[in-house]
């Protein structure tokens, strides 16, 4: 069976997706009641589930970069090597 490795910022992206499905639920409810008080919880939790998928995602997109460096740089040791 092939071992799942997680991916940096993947929890966080999709923590942050229920919440921001949940926000958008208490939104719909409270407007649907007339509670203002219920929509503003869903636009506070919208607006918090949204900025840790951005959170998520900017960890991912950092992690490949990494990544790429550290090859590019063995890359070049390699080359660095061969000419000596």
Request: charged share 40%; hydrophobic share 30%.
């Amino acid at each position: 069976m092939e071992e799942l490795i997680p991916v940096a910022g993947q929890g966080k992206k999709i923590h942050g997706k229920a919440q921001e499905l949940k926000g958008r639920a208490k939104e719909a409810t409270g407007d649907i009641v007339g509670d203002e008080g219920l929509h503003l919880k869903g636009v506070r939790d919208r607006v918090e589930g949204k900025t840790r998928e951005v959170v998520g995602e900017t960890a991912k997109t950092a992690r490949g970069t990494k990544e790429e460096l550290k090859g590019k740089a063995e890359e070049l040791k390699g080359k660095a090597r061969k000419n000596m």
